[in-house]
């Protein structure tokens, strides 16, 4: 049985919420718009969500939310980014960096930052063979240039993915 944290709360919101199937994770802002409201933040398995998973957060929301408060339902924007890595001696097969570089991504939440050392240690992870011929690997992103921090209601995506020169379309249009 599911733990309950009643009624009326940003926690049972939450709880509400993320019991709902295709619902990846929600946060819960208290006045988020101003006194009497409540801005719930949330994250689909498909963006944009469909509309009849939209009406049932909605019901979910209804239901759990105090009765006076103004209830603000946001559904996350990708923002693609195009990131194009060099990768200086080492051998390695483009689909390990590939698979690496997206679940990064992909493991990022809605609001959280692309940070270019961390994609840079998990390429360096996945290719390490903890042999000491290749200490000399050289992994750098140029492009983004700089860390990328989404808006609170952003969740970052690739949508190109360069790899020495070859490109990879992961998403976008």
């Given at each position: 049985m599911a733990k309950s944290f009643g009624k009326c709360t940003d926690s049972a919101i939450k709880f509400a919420v993320e019991e709902v199937d295709g619902v990846l994770s929600c946060t819960v802002v208290d006045m988020m718009n101003g006194v009497g409201t409540t801005g719930v933040i949330v994250s689909t398995s498909v963006i944009?969500?469909?509309?009849?998973l939209t009406a049932e957060i909605g019901s979910?929301?209804?239901?759990?939310k105090?009765?006076?408060?103004?209830?603000?339902?946001?559904y996350p924007t990708i923002n693609y980014i195009n990131v194009n890595v060099t990768i200086t001696n080492a051998e390695f097969d483009d689909n390990a960096v590939v698979e690496t570089v997206s679940n990064y991504v992909n493991s990022l939440d809605i609001g959280q930052s692309f940070i270019i050392f961390q994609?840079?240690?998990?390429?360096?992870?996945?290719l390490d063979t903890n042999d000491v011929d290749n200490d000399d690997i050289d992994i750098t992103i140029t492009e983004p240039t700089s860390n990328r921090v989404p808006?609170?209601?952003?969740?970052?995506?690739v949508d190109t993915l360069t790899i020495n020169g070859t490109s990879?379309?992961?998403?976008?249009?």
């Open positions: 944009p969500p469909p509309p009849e979910v929301v209804k239901d759990t105090a009765s006076g408060i103004k209830a603000f339902i946001v994609a840079e240690r998990k390429i360096g992870n996945v808006t609170p209601t952003e969740i970052i995506r990879y379309k992961l998403g976008g249009e």
